[in-house]
């Protein structure tokens, strides 16, 4: 188990341009979610993934976002058109969830995104 | 819709002594869970703790536990014996009991200092 990885871990960008992340979650867990931290805040919801469906989306997800988990495992992350207000850290987790069990997500070291 | 409220943006302790961080929350729902991460500086966030809200005994782990007052809808954490491996931001973090998944509302965090 070597916990959840994404990558880049760090992106700069110049505005307009479209970027794209990648959230590796822990192997065999079948819930994937993203999360967008500005600094000094705590982690805001965006979306998130049951297995290859996703089920839920933030409305802080404008239709310059879009995320997805192909294969139900890796996900991705796309911005386009990228704007300054996207400057955050965009965290991923995932989590396993068995019927009748509680879930606990596990966080990725998250990918830094700076827009120019 | 649920809110956290995390009401020490900052906080600091010395090596050895014990720390309270607060939080408080707002909800309408019966069951849920609530959280604990630490985020170090520039490293990934970690579970610290996990409390059922059907569970009237407060969790423990190693050092650090909580005190749970489910009518006040209060959940704080308390360090004792604080290490300088502390240092880092503390959320506290909401989980409604929903079997078809939900993100966690996070609160703005507490910037705990340990100091030698």
């Known amino acids: 188990d070597t916990g959840v990885s994404q990558d880049p871990r760090h992106k700069i960008t110049k505005r307009g341009q479209n970027v794209t992340f990648r959230c590796d979650p822990i192997?065999?867990?079948?819930?994937l979610y993203w999360y967008r931290q500005t600094l000094g805040q705590g982690p805001e919801f965006l979306t998130y993934?049951?297995?290859?469906?996703?089920?839920?989306k933030s409305r802080l997800l404008s239709d310059r976002f879009s995320a997805e988990r192909p294969k139900g495992s890796f996900s991705t992350l796309e911005i386009q058109r990228t704007e300054q207000g996207d400057s955050a850290m965009y965290l991923c987790?995932?989590?396993?969830?068995?019927?009748?069990?509680?879930?606990?997500?596990?966080f990725g070291p998250g990918t830094r995104l700076l827009v120019l | 819709a649920q809110t956290v409220t995390q009401s020490q943006p900052e906080m600091s302790v010395q090596e050895a002594e014990t720390v309270t961080l607060s939080c408080t929350y707002d909800?309408?729902?019966?069951?849920?869970?609530l959280f604990w991460y630490k985020q170090p500086p520039s490293r990934q966030m970690i579970l610290v703790i996990r409390?059922?809200?059907?569970?009237?005994q407060n969790a423990t782990e190693n050092r650090f536990s909580v005190n749970f007052q489910k009518a006040a809808k209060s959940f704080s954490l308390k360090i004792s014996d604080s290490q300088l491996g502390d240092t880092a931001m503390y959320f506290c973090?909401?989980?409604?009991?929903?079997?078809?998944?939900?993100?966690?509302?996070f609160g703005k965090g507490t910037t705990l200092s340990v100091s030698s």
């Open positions: 409390q059922e809200a059907y569970k009237q």
């Open positions: 909800t309408s729902e019966n069951n849920y869970y």
């Open positions: 993934f049951q297995n290859e469906a996703q089920l839920e």
């Open positions: 987790a995932s989590s396993l969830v068995l019927s009748g069990s509680w879930e606990t997500q596990y």
């Open positions: 192997s065999e867990h079948n819930r």
């Open positions: 973090a909401f989980m409604k009991h929903n079997q078809a998944g939900t993100a966690l509302i």
